[in-house]
């Protein structure tokens, strides 16, 4: 009995701080704002710029290679980029708050094969990363999609059916053909 009652208050107390927690996590950029530009870099060093892609609908995944739960969405992003890149949607892959030589073995050696660009923030966790300084991420993985008119159109965080249905669902708005 005692120990189900101190397991009962240990569960009480997690989900105290893990709701305490989530309350003092920024909010994610709101739907019809400007999509902060930003600079990253593709597997071959080069830069690319989110405004490179302006006049596309541009799928912001934020992740990392140590993330399980980035790994978890991946497939999902791969099937999207599949189906409606010939629609005019861009997956875009940022790796954030890793270290360039682990981005830099996942694309010799991923652990979930995927198509999509992919680029590296060079901030990595550094203060400055785009994550957080431009997009509010707190979490990953997160999610941006962007108007051809770089306005934001849907944002979500984590991995899993419901963000996947959400996701969707903003993409059926923007006029994709699932």
Known sequence: ???????TLALLLSAFGLSAQAQNRPQLLANGTDAPDFTANKPDGSPVKL????????????????CPPCKKA???MENLHQK??????????????DKQEAFDGWQT?????????KVFDPAGRAPGNIA??????????????????????????GAGPDTEEALDEALKSAGFKL
């Open 1 to 7: 009995m005692k120990t189900r009652l101190l397991l």
């Open 51 to 66: 405004s490179d892609f302006r006049g596309k609908v541009v799928l912001v995944d934020f992740w990392a290679t140590w």
């Open 74 to 76: 991946m497939p999902h």
């Open 84 to 97: 409606l890149g010939a629609q005019g949607l861009q997956v875009l892959g940022v790796c954030v708050w």
């Open 109 to 117: 050696k991923p652990e979930v094969p995927t198509t999509y660009l």
């Open 132 to 157: 957080k300084a431009k997009y509010n991420v707190s979490g990953i993985p997160t999610f941006y999609l962007i108007g051809k008119d770089g306005k934001i159109l849907f944002s979500g965080v």
